[in-house]
């Protein structure tokens, strides 16, 4: 661990136990929404894979139909 986030980490121990609930429920809602970002970019990244690899067969389909009416 670096020495910024131990002094970080030691800054958050010493918050009183009010302050100290505050700051770990902020935390589990970043890391919940963190998650839902990485389910998103997931999609997303399925999602282009699928146009993609669409893309790339149809133009392999194009380009064999033209290479039968040529022959």
Request: charge should be positive; glycine fraction near 6%; proline fraction near 3%.
């Amino acid at each position: 661990m670096s020495t910024k986030a131990q002094a970080i980490l030691d800054e958050i121990r010493a918050l009183p136990p009010q302050e100290l609930q505050a700051v770990c429920s902020e935390i589990r809602q970043l890391e919940t929404r963190r998650q839902g970002w990485e389910e998103q970019k997931a999609k997303l990244r399925e999602m282009q894979s699928r146009h993609a690899g669409r893309g790339l067969l149809n133009r392999l389909l194009d380009e064999r139909a033209k290479e039968r009416a040529r022959g």
